[in-house]
């Protein structure tokens, strides 16, 4: 079974901070994704990688940035929290590019 | 660009009953559409995966078909259960690559 893990379920901080979400996956995925869900919008993509140190833009990078240095583990990185980001942070990884993406438990992530 | 509908946003059905979900999308030449199923608070999780060469898959209680002339998809449950309550979001791919594009989802309630 894939196991996608996300470090913190819920995480509360304030205006400005930097904000680390962090994503391990344990089946030698290529591909890792992150995405944010509001009410109403679904899901959408904000940065994936498909290999080590490899990124790219999803729909909605901006105030974000992300690190994959292990194949394993995808960073998601908030430079300067603001209020706007508020949401649940989503973690996936698939084998091959267009296969079916396994998900982490989420992250609730509240900025004050 | 890519836009997926479902509709309604929320239902709810006494247990035994039989239902239909509906996904609506814009545009015909996708490359496959895929049902998951979301619990409060949690990750996604795939139900079923149809690719654009297929009508139906099924698992279990749960069918889904596609009809790309029409850009729909609909995910029937068979004798709902309380334990089905969640909120089932789709999701197209319109190429073989990353971009996958979610509906907002709908969200079920299966009363005992």
């Known amino acids: 079974d894939v196991k996608v893990t996300q470090s913190s379920r819920y995480l509360v901080k304030r205006t400005g901070e930097k904000v680390f979400l962090e994503c391990v996956q344990d089946?030698?995925?290529?591909?890792m994704f992150w995405y944010r869900q509001d009410p109403g919008l679904g899901l959408r993509l904000i940065y994936f990688s498909y290999d080590v140190k490899m990124k790219e833009k999803g729909d909605i990078p901006e105030g974000y940035s992300v690190s994959r240095e292990k194949k394993e583990r995808f960073s998601l990185i908030l430079e300067s929290a603001s209020t706007n980001q508020t949401s649940m942070y989503l973690c996936a990884s698939s084998l091959n590019i267009a296969d079916t993406q396994y998900f982490g438990p989420g992250t609730r992530l509240t900025v004050l | 660009k890519q836009e997926v509908t479902q509709i309604p946003a929320a239902l709810s059905v006494p247990e035994g009953e039989n239902l239909v979900l509906n996904c609506s999308f814009t545009?015909?030449?996708?490359?496959?559409l895929q049902w998951f199923r979301q619990d409060p608070g949690k990750g996604l999780t795939s139900l079923l995966l149809i690719q654009s060469s297929q009508r139906e898959q099924t698992s279990g209680r749960l069918n889904a078909s596609l009809d790309k002339s029409s850009g729909r998809s609909t995910l029937y449950i068979a004798a709902s259960q309380p334990g089905d309550s969640a909120t089932y979001l789709c999701a197209v791919r319109p190429g073989n690559n990353n971009d996958m594009r979610f509906g907002a989802g709908t969200r079920l309630t299966v009363k005992p």
């Open positions: 089946m030698d995925h290529e591909n």
């Open positions: 545009d015909s030449a996708i490359y496959n």
